[in-house]
């Protein structure tokens, strides 16, 4: 069975500093996908980035990062610059590539330090 | 553009009593979901459609029903509230464009049942 971990419930990083939240997934399949969500206090979940299993390349959405580690099943997330309005809970996903289901993590809740 | 649209934000309910939410999407997504967020626990996804007239399970059906009889709108039932489904649902939508993983959240609903 497939599962999504986030080893970190929470982490703080000061405001304009760099922090990596981690995800590690366990899956014997090949072609999959993976996410990370945001989820701000006010609830409304926001997709930040997604990374193909195929892809060698890691995805980049402006300071979003992530470093995709398919041989250790990881999955980090890094965000460069932090920002104030970067506080919320982040999901780490994975969807199999012939399912319509995704399986969430935990999440991180991430506080931002003035 | 509104996005996705639950109805109602908050309810409470008695063990036993019935209620319907509502999640309309204005995007003309063909991929319609629900999910339940629980403390310590993720998301979980309950039911999900693919199309119009279409539904199926996702981890967490029981107790749950679901219908999708107009693209734009898809319903949550609880036909007998039970106090294990105190939660928080959330409906998203995706477009199969982007690889059929949720895009676009809803604000969720607060569900308390004594």
């Known amino acids: 069975a497939q599962t999504v971990t986030q080893s970190q419930p929470e982490m703080s990083v000061q405001e304009a500093e760099t922090v990596t939240l981690s995800c590690t997934y366990d899956?014997?399949?090949?072609?999959?996908?993976l996410f990370w969500y945001k989820q701000p206090p006010s609830r409304q979940m926001i997709l930040v980035i997604r990374q193909e299993a195929y892809k060698q390349q890691n995805a980049t959405e402006n300071r979003f990062s992530v470093n995709f580690q398919k041989a250790a099943k990881s999955f980090s997330l890094k965000i460069s610059d932090s920002q104030l309005g970067d506080a919320a809970m982040y999901f780490c996903?994975?969807?199999?590539?012939?399912?319509?289901?995704?399986?969430f993590g935990k999440g991180t809740r991430l506080h931002i330090l003035p | 553009n509104a996005g996705v649209t639950q109805t109602p934000k908050f309810r409470v309910l008695k063990t036993g009593q019935s209620m319907t939410l509502l999640c309309a999407q204005d995007?003309?997504?063909?991929?319609m979901y629900w999910y339940r967020q629980d403390p310590g626990m993720g998301l979980r996804l309950i039911h999900y459609s693919v199309g119009e007239g279409t539904t199926a399970k996702g981890e967490v059906p029981d107790g749950y029903n679901v219908s999708r009889l107009k693209k734009q709108n898809f319903l949550l039932g609880l036909e007998s509230a039970a106090p294990s489904q105190t939660s928080v649902y959330f409906c998203a939508s995706s477009d199969p464009r982007w690889g059929n993983q949720p895009q676009h959240f809803g604000d969720g609903t607060r569900l308390s049942i004594l």
């Open positions: 996903a994975y969807r199999w590539g012939r399912d319509d289901k995704i399986i």
């Open positions: 899956t014997s399949e090949s072609d999959y996908y």
């Open positions: 995007m003309n997504h063909e991929y």
